[in-house]
């Protein structure tokens, strides 16, 4: 899975840093970062946590095409 940022909406709540600080990072100018794009299967779990709990929803999982293979 590919974590997909709609940075249109995405106000840097901070909640997915949060939840997952491995994979999401904000900077001090309120910018979001991921850091692992495509996180490992051991991750998966607090990724989807963080990606529903996002309060503006600018956050999606897609699949890699390896996955839909």
Excluded at 12 to 26: I, Q, R, S, W
Excluded at 45 to 67: F, I, M, Q, Y
């Amino acid at each position: 899975m590919k974590i997909k940022v709609d940075y249109l909406v995405c106000e840097a709540n901070a909640v997915c840093m949060g939840l997952a600080p491995e994979v999401f990072d904000v900077d001090d100018d309120d910018q979001l970062h991921v850091l692992l794009p495509e996180p490992p299967p051991e991750m998966m779990d607090r990724v989807r946590h963080a990606v529903r709990s996002c309060p503006k929803a600018a956050l999606s999982l897609e699949e890699t095409p390896e996955e839909t293979a």
